[in-house]
Structures are given as structure tokens and as C-alpha cells.
């Protein structure tokens, strides 16, 4: 339910529902955490908090105090939701288990998806939002988490998990579903989540041998794509180039950003002060927090020490995961790896919760590497 409100508790309580829900389970699952062996993929993802932590000190003297702590708890939320996932792992140990919260998922992104052509129809100009730091969108599908971009590779993940889920022969999923996220993916007009799509479901089709279905879907989007309403604006044409310039602009941010500490980077996550006080960034704006780009990401608040770090956590989870929900797995981090280049991705709430829960169905909790592997029937997550 928190990953459908999307952003609307921020708005109303002042705080995201999706953190604090996350919190209260890592901390109920603390004794199992505890009485653990810790994988070394928990291990690499908390060195990488570590590194930030280390990043920020070293940088603290530039910072207010109070950007410290809220970049220090930037830094909080990434390693919670690592403990999340694990805690995921933990809880999730049978297999029906883990196919309902793999099910779960998937309705989420359905009811994503419901919300947003709801909105699309009833509140299609939501310009004014960018008074209050958020970006300024006509006739495009933005749902609760009110960003197309991201909104666009929450249904595509979405729609992944859905041909997983039929596959397992889930009838609930046939058809309608399906054809409902992809309209709405349709009408969000974010090329990068397109982009991301097309790569999804080219690795998915290969890992999992359903290649008419994956074909089935990236006709059904490319027929849609001509015939979606456009009404007006600049954000519903596709071969728009305001927003390339745009990101190319944030992008020589983020590269200078880097130069200016290359090995530690600026501090994990100090990236808005350094954008307001260096590159005149309005502080008040919501993507003031990161960059258009999460490799520049990294690099730009942990150096490359850090991009070393966080490359050593990301082979690790990927050496722990279980071949009965590889194909998914793989697809849906290859669609985030296409998108998190035009977008912060991969550090973005909503993704970084649908990333522990797959993953934590996914991964064996004390798998240490990669291993040689068996076939197993996909009949699991």
C-alpha cells in the first residue's frame, strides 16, 4: 500500500510512509539479523555506507550542519533498505512466500498504472506542482509518484513481473493487466523507461526462453506510441530535445562535481548543497538532491573509491541470486541499469523498495559468490 501512495504521504504527513514502514520491519527482524551469519553481500552494501559516512566527514567543514544530517540521512535510508532486503530473505522462506510478495508487487504496479490513467484523464496539467519544487508536467501520466520517469520504470518493472507471473501460469494476470500497464507506460512519454522496456524484455526473453510474449509486448507499445493522445506541450513529443539538453547540463554538473573530489567524492549525500552554493541549482527543488545520471551519482558523492565499493556490492547480490528467479531478477536490473542512466534510479525510494523485496526473495542469505550453477524449474520467485 506505501509503494502505491507513492509520494502523497511526503506531501501529507511530511514524512515517506515507504521509510518508516521499512524501519519497523528491519527492526522487528533485528534478533534473526543479529543471530545471523551476515552474507557478504550485506557486508559489501554496508561498507558502501561507510565509505559515504567516511566521504561526508572528510567533507563536513563544507557543509552546515544541518545539510550534514540530512545527507547523513540520506546515507541511513540506503543502508536500512539494505538490511531490508535482507530481513526479506530471512522472512521469506518458503516459496509460496515469496511468490505472493513477488504477486504483490506486481499488483502494486497494476494499481500504479489504474491510478495514473485516472489521473491522466481527471488532472492531466499538473503545472502548478512546480511551486512547490516538483517538475512542471501536461498531459503526461505522472500516478502518485509524480515523475513520468519514474513512474515509467515502476510499470515497466511491473510489467516484467507480470510475464514472470504468467509464466507460472497465475491467470489473474492474463491479458488486461498487462495491456492496462502498458497503455499507461505509453502515456507516461519517458523514452528512458521505453529504452528501459526494450532491454528488460530482451533479457527476460532470453533467460526465461518466452520470447513471443516479450514480443507480443513491445508491439503492443510501439502500436500505442503513434496513437496516444498529444494533445499539446512539449513533454508529449518524443522526439523532444529541451530535456536532452537539460540532462547534458546536469551531467557537466555531475562531471564537475567529480573533478572536484575524485577519489571520495563530496560525501554521500552532499550533492545538493555543492549543486546551490557551486552551480546556482535552486535548493528548493526536489532533483536538487541528486543527478539526472546515478553512475555520476556515485562517483560525484563517493569517488571512485566508492563506485568501487558499490561495484563490489552489486556482484555480490548478483552472485547470491537464486537461478529459479534469475530471468526476472536479471531483466528487471537490466531495465533499472538502462534507466539509472538518465535518471538517480538507482537510489530513488520507490525502486530502491521494489529492489529489496525482489531481491530479497531472490538471493540465498549465505551465498558468498558467485558459484557454479544447476538448472532449476522456475517455480519459485
Not at 522462506?93 to 485516472?118: C, D, P, R, T, W
Not at 535552486?282 to 545520471?293: I, Q, R, T, V, Y
Amino acid at each position: 500500500m506505501a509503494l502505491i501512495l507513492g509520494q502523497l504521504p511526503g506531501i501529507i504527513l511530511g514524512f515517506h510512509l515507504l521509510d518508516f514502514l521499512v524501519f519497523l520491519f528491519v527492526l522487528s527482524l533485528i534478533p534473526d539479523i543479529v543471530r545471523g551469519t551476515t552474507p557478504i553481500w550485506v557486508k559489501s552494501g554496508i561498507t558502501f555506507w561507510l565509505l559515504g559516512v567516511f566521504s561526508l566527514f572528510i567533507n563536513a567543514e563544507n557543509y552546515s550542519l544541518q545539510e550534514s544530517a540530512v545527507a547523513l540521512l540520506f546515507g541511513v535510508r540506503f543502508v536500512t533498505y539494505v538490511l531490508f532486503m535482507y530481513s526479506v530473505s530471512l522472512y521469506a522462506k518458503s516459496n509460496a512466500l515469496k511468490l505472493e510478495l513477488v504477486g504483490a508487487l506486481a499488483a502494486s504496479g497494476v494499481v500504479v498504472a489504474f491510478i495514473g490513467i485516472g489521473q491522466y484523464l481527471l488532472l492531466p496539467d499538473i503545472r502548478y506542482f512546480s511551486l512547490f519544487g516538483w517538475d512542471d508536467h501536461y498531459f503526461r501520466l505522472v500516478s502518485t509518484i509524480l515523475d513520468p520517469a519514474f513512474t515509467g520504470i515502476i510499470l515497466v518493472l511491473a510489467i516484467l513481473t507480470l510475464l514472470s507471473k504468467a509464466k507460472q501460469g497465475d491467470k489473474f494476470v492474463l491479458g488486461p493487466l498487462l495491456l492496462l500497464v502498458v497503455v499507461a507506460l505509453a502515456l507516461t512519454f519517458s523514452r528512458a523507461s521505453y529504452l528501459a522496456l526494450f532491454v528488460g524484455i530482451v533479457i527476460y526473453s532470453y533467460f526465461a526462453r518466452e520470447f513471443k510474449k516479450g514480443l507480443l509486448t513491445l508491439i503492443l507499445l510501439l502500436l500505442l506510441l503513434p496513437i496516444v493522445p498529444k494533445p499539446a506541450g512539449e513533454g508529449v513529443n518524443l522526439l523532444r530535445t529541451n530535456s536532452l539538453v537539460e540532462k547534458m547540463e546536469n551531467n557537466d554538473i555531475g562531471l564537475n562535481i567529480v573533478r572536484r573530489a575524485p577519489v571520495f567524492g563530496v560525501g554521500f549525500n552532499a550533492v545538493c548543497p555543492v549543486q546551490v552554493s557551486h552551480f546556482g541549482v535552486d535548493a528548493s527543488s526536489h532533483s536538487c538532491n541528486g543527478l539526472d545520471n546515478s553512475y555520476l551519482f556515485i562517483l560525484a558523492t563517493t569517488g571512485s573509491v566508492g563506485a568501487i565499493i558499490y561495484g563490489w556490492f552489486a556482484y555480490r547480490v548478483l552472485g547470491a541470486v537464486s537461478d529459479r528467479s534469475g530471468a526476472l531478477v536479471y531483466a528487471s536490473l537490466s531495465a533499472i541499469a538502462v534507466h539509472a542512466l538518465f535518471t538517480n534510479t538507482l537510489f530513488y525510494l520507490t525502486i530502491l523498495f521494489w529492489l529489496a523485496v525482489l531481491l530479497g526473495v531472490s538471493v540465498k542469505p549465505l551465498q558468498k559468490g558467485f558459484v557454479k550453477r544447476k538448472h532449476y524449474p522456475e517455480n519459485a520467485a
